[in-house]
């Protein structure tokens, strides 16, 4: 069982990070295998919208070969995905914005006879910001994953707190950790495990995953 996590942030240390890390985390000790990729770590080119062409070649793994293409093997081979990101005047960041749009090319190979190469996968999101925009940020990326067939977890999360600080937040901190549990969780029941899907609070493991992070991320 793998989940990886997509930061939509070019701060590796800030607050997008942070819970994205402390989500990992929470996932990797139900036994999931984990890894973190971020958007701002090469090129990823923009959807030329080639599903409307009159030969269509919007398929798996899309026309370009950049880093979205490295990015979408990693989606493909994922029981789930994380994405977090920092609010950018209501919505995601604009290489985030690029990928989603990219990922359009699994969501596609249903014109091929299959189906939905995004179906089933669970698909999680962390939105951090000071104001109102998380709402809308945290709504797009869930809806368009739901749109691909995705499953959602009840807690894809938009998180109100300053970004810097963010692992210092406890509540900030437990709903990425629930992220993180839940998404873990919901994967094992798919595979065929019992598993109670529900958010805890958890003081220790809250404090074991801020220490950890700590060292990480070296704040």
């Known amino acids: 069982m793998k989940i990886l996590g997509i930061l939509g942030s070019p701060h590796k240390n800030g607050g997008s990070a942070q819970l994205l890390h402390a989500a990992m985390k929470a996932a990797y000790l139900e036994g999931c295998e984990t890894e973190i990729m971020c958007v701002y770590d090469g090129e990823i080119k923009s959807c030329i919208g080639c599903i409307n062409d009159g030969e269509p070649n919007c398929r798996f793994p899309c026309i370009f070969d950049d880093f979205g293409k490295i990015l979408l093997e990693k989606i493909y081979h994922s029981d789930g995905i994380i994405f977090a990101t920092p609010t950018y005047w209501f919505t995601i960041s604009s290489p985030l ?9 699994l969501e596609h190979m249903i014109t091929y006879g299959e189906q939905s190469y995004v179906e089933n996968k669970v698909v999680s999101a962390i939105a951090v910001g000071a104001d109102g925009g998380v709402v809308s940020t945290i709504s797009y990326i869930l809806t368009v994953f739901n749109g691909m067939g995705a499953i ?7 998180i109100l707190t300053p970004s810097k600080k963010a692992m210092y937040d406890d509540k900030a901190l437990m709903d990425a950790i629930n992220v993180g549990r839940l ?8 595979k065929g495990y019992k598993e109670t899907i529900k958010y805890e609070y958890d003081k220790n493991l ?3 995953i801020r220490k950890e992070l700590i060292k990480i991320l070296i704040l």
């Not at 914005?97 to 090319?105: D, F, G, P, V, Y």
């Not at 998404?183 to 798919?190: E, Q, R």
């Open 97 to 105: 914005k690029a990928l989603i749009e990219r990922i359009t090319s």
């Open 152 to 158: 959602i977890p009840h807690m894809g999360k938009g």
């Open 183 to 190: 998404t873990a969780k919901t994967v094992k029941l798919i």
């Open 206 to 208: 809250l404090e074991e």
